[in-house]
């Protein structure tokens, strides 16, 4: 799918033998053959089936729970809610991305005392089929009061809203206001002096821009099956994004010690952040603990959009001012997050990553996270980022138009680089944002003129910070020379070759001659979350790690058979070497026996982040005047990605992340009625992109290498989400002279902004 | 010594000083430094012997995950930042 894909390649790049090529991907047959085994598909003898029982209502008080009807149905063997959960008030638990409320956690799996949204799970049954589990479930009688509602940001804001929580209060950098309130946090960050900056400017514009919740889509709906042990011991069987993360928060939860739990992570269809927090597993866990058998829980699809975090809806001003020669001299931003019905959404990163593209002297940011009647929002591909660039990205078109200065000049004149000092306050160190913006300026596609009416041409930048955190990996060397590689990390995105590529290539060996594994959490080291755009930096630095230590140990290896001193064997292109004798890896291999035994490698890191993925993307519209449909007629990626090391796999991730920001910025959202009920939570009425909405998204990698990995990797998962709203809102502009500040950018709203502009017929 | 910048939500708390000068060679030093001049900083940046909870040091633009225990450079540059994760 990919039509440009040439690594810009510098004269001093390393020259590799496995990284940048194209290798099949060691999974794939078992996923286009069916036989790779997804949670839904495991089947245990003496299986259960449970059913989770969800709230009709947006927000309402649980007055009783009574299962005297379910139980008495023949084949029901365990009910279980939130009475069955232990007492977590005022718990955290550190999950590796940050610190978590274990209460608010625990009231999100099985709700406590009051239900915060509609589809909040409250209690849930098992029984010997799931037809029976259907029936037992709408035997549950649960008596709730409902009460007043509230699903928009700012509304969720003001002193008179619905309070969701009665111990949240607004914290302020560690202090918490006098009242409770829905907004759970407020961070400010500010440098130079705003005042002055704006007064300097020349041109000054500032913009409101409000976003709806949509969802991560992923295919896989959740599932996971559980089977509390005669000893004691739960085995839990699932989808996740983190198998330590899931490890961690189930024990947590159940007050169990992590060695008590072992999570064995299933294949995944699909997680984009939307597979890190729990929802099944401590249910599952619970029905097992009392009937006695393995439980499994699966969601239909309604389920998933009304029960799982979505990414927040939001509302977000940016003001930016410029001088006249095109230089930004002063920022200000404000932005409210959705938290969804708990604290801790995607505020922090929105308020880091509103300007992170620019050098700004003078800027203030102000964020809010806002607690409503909404699902938990969880994070979704650069959680944060695509919101706020939306605003600053749609303004920054504005500045430039105003300016009269080429978009892609204007962005280059004010490009972030190494040494520009972010308003959050860390400076960035040697990154890719001018490299990303002048390939985008020598593109064909921005070098060819577009003709014809109502069609217009935007473009928009975008960042994310990709995480280092923990992996750990070890890989045993076989005789026949190939070697078979233990991971942590679960595979959502290629990573399994992306990682066993740098194996190969530090052993000089095939990457088809290592063999990578995904292991459960008894199998192999801790190792944090697939997310934040980490496996291929961090556990490929593991894997890089582990291929030194086998050639340490090899050399040894070596050193005995030629009786030498291991310290002058070389190792290059998988060759040992010394003084004019030689041995292949492969042929080492089949000595091992004979010279000691096996030969392991481990490794375990933690590097640090962030390593800062810039990209750029430009698109072109044809917008229909009568019906306000948007048709993409090109569309074109640049982004940075470090070293590409299995550059289909980079293309993929771009061109994926690619659409799912047009799906975002053209036709999804949450659609909410009066009394705060999702009244789309299915794939007929909630419109994802198909293949027949979007062209072939064309692809072009740049390549600065990232200075803290070996082979320079930066993660380049979640970066192609972010730029794609803006730069259709700067299309749709171009193609009809109107500016769309909301989002979606649906057929009903461009024909209502054309209509109100007397723009369509 | 390090340069440590005071978050903009405390510098009302830090007679407007934006960033110090701190001899530490901890991040547990420089906020224990800081909390000796300004006593007002008490529990604004660490709780109970950790970081606060959605917070997280960056050491001269790395982003530690060691926390308290994360070590600072005679020449560090030092900044508390929301602590981010990813999707």
Known sequence: ?761 | MATVYIPAALRELTEGVECVKVEASTVRQVIAALEARWPALQGRLRQQDELAAGLAVSIDGAISSRGLLARVGPESEVHFIPAIGGG
């Open chain 1, 1 to 761: 799918m990919t039509a440009s894909a040439k690594p810009a390649a510098s004269s001093s790049a390393p020259q590799y033998k496995v990284l940048g090529t194209r290798p099949i991907r060691h999974d794939g047959t078992d996923k286009v053959t069916g036989r790779a085994i997804y949670a839904a598909d495991l089947h245990l003898p003496g299986m259960a089936y449970g059913r989770v029982i969800r709230s009709p209502h947006a927000h309402a008080r649980i007055r009783s729970i009574d299962f005297s009807a379910a139980l008495a149905l023949p084949g029901v063997l365990a009910v279980t809610s939130a009475a069955d959960m232990p007492d977590l008030k005022n718990k955290f638990a550190d999950l590796g991305e940050g610190r978590v409320n274990l209460a608010h956690l625990g009231a999100n799996c099985l709700a406590q005392g009051k239900v915060l949204y509609r589809g909040h799970a409250v209690a849930a049954v098992a029984a010997v089929s799931p037809h029976v589990a259907e029936e037992a479930a709408k035997l549950v009688r649960i008596e709730y009061e409902p009460l007043p509602a509230v699903t928009w940001v700012l509304d969720a804001m003001k002193p008179n809203a619905p309070l969701l929580h009665d111990d949240v209060f607004t914290e302020s950098m560690g202090q918490l206001s006098d009242k409770p309130s829905n907004v759970s946090r407020h961070i400010h960050f500010e440098q130079g002096d705003v005042q002055r900056g704006f007064a300097q400017a020349d041109v000054v514009i500032e913009r409101e821009y409000r976003t709806a919740s949509v969802h991560q889509g992923y295919i896989e709906p959740h599932a996971c099956t559980a089977l509390w042990n005669q000893d004691g011991h739960v085995t839990i069987w699932t989808a996740t994004q983190g198998s330590f993360s899931c490890r961690q928060q189930v024990a947590e939860l159940l007050e169990l010690p992590v060695s008590r739990v072992t999570v064995v992570p299933c294949e995944i269809g699909g997680g984009f952040g939307g597979k890190i927090p729990i929802y099944l597993e401590p249910v599952a866990v619970l029905l097992s603990r009392k009937c006695g058998r393995p439980v499994k829980l699966t969601m239909t699809r309604s389920d998933v959009f009304e029960g799982t975090g979505p990414t927040p809806g939001s509302f977000v001003r940016v003001k930016l001012g410029a001088t006249r020669d095109g230089k930004l001299v002063a920022g200000e931003a404000w932005l409210a997050y959705d938290a969804g019905a708990f604290p801790g959404g995607m505020i922090g990163p929105g308020c880091m990553c509103v300007f992170s593209c620019y050098e700004i002297p003078h800027a203030r940011v102000d964020g809010y996270d806002v607690c409503l009647n909404k699902p938990k929002t969880a994070a979704y591909r650069a959680p944060g980022a695509t919101q706020a660039a939306f605003a600053c990205e749609s303004v920054i078109d504005e500045l430039a138009e105003r300016l009269n200065i080429d978009p892609i000049e204007f962005r280059l004149k004010n490009a972030a680089k190494e040494g520009t000092r972010r308003v959050d306050g860390p400076v960035y160190p040697r990154i890719g944002l001018v490299e990303v913006l002048e390939a985008a300026r020598a593109s064909e596609h921005w070098n060819t003129p577009l003709a014809g009416p109502w069609r217009g041409r935007g473009v928009a930048a975008g960042y994310w910070f990709n995480i280092g955190l923990k992996s750990s990996a070890s890989a045993s060397v076989n005789a026949d020379g190939t070697v078979t590689l233990v991971e942590g990390s679960t595979d959502i995105g290629g990573t399994r070759t992306s990682v066993a590529m740098q194996l190969a290539e530090t052993l000089g060996i095939a990457a088809e001659d290592v063999r990578p594994q995904v292991a459960d959490t008894d199998s192999v080291g801790y190792t944090d979350v697939t997310g934040g755009s980490r496996v291929t930096f961090a556990t490929g630095l593991a894997a890089y790690q582990v291929g030194l230590d086998i050639r340490r140990q090899m050399a040894e290896r070596a050193a005995l058979l030629w009786e030498c001193d291991p310290a002058l064997v070389r190792f290059e292109d998988g060759v040992f070497r010394t003084d004019g004798r030689s041995i292949t890896f492969k042929e080492l291999a089949a000595k091992l026996h004979a010279t000691g035994g096996p030969v392991v490698g481990r490794a375990a890191v933690d590097p640090e982040g962030p390593t800062h993925g810039f990209g750029a993307h430009i698109v072109d519209v044809e917008v229909d005047p009568d019906t306000g449909k948007v048709t993409i007629l090109r569309y074109t990626a640049v982004q940075d990605a470090g070293k590409a090391v299995h550059p289909s796999y980079v293309e993929g991730q771009m061109q994926g992340g690619t659409v799912q920001g047009i799906g975002w910025a053209l036709n999804e959202e949450y659609w909410f009625d009066d009394r705060g009920q999702m009244r789309n939570a299915s794939f007929l009425d909630y419109r994802m992109p198909t293949a027949l909405d979007v062209p072939m998204i064309e692809t072009i990698i740049v390549e600065v290498p990232n200075p803290d990995h070996p082979y320079g990797v930066r993660g380049v998962g979640e970066t192609p989400i972010v730029p794609p709203p803006a730069a259709l809102a700067n299309a749709i502009y171009r193609a009809t002279g109107v500016r769309l500040r909301e989002l979606p950018m649906s057929p009903p709203r461009v024909w209502a902004a054309l209509a109100a502009a007397g723009k369509s017929s």
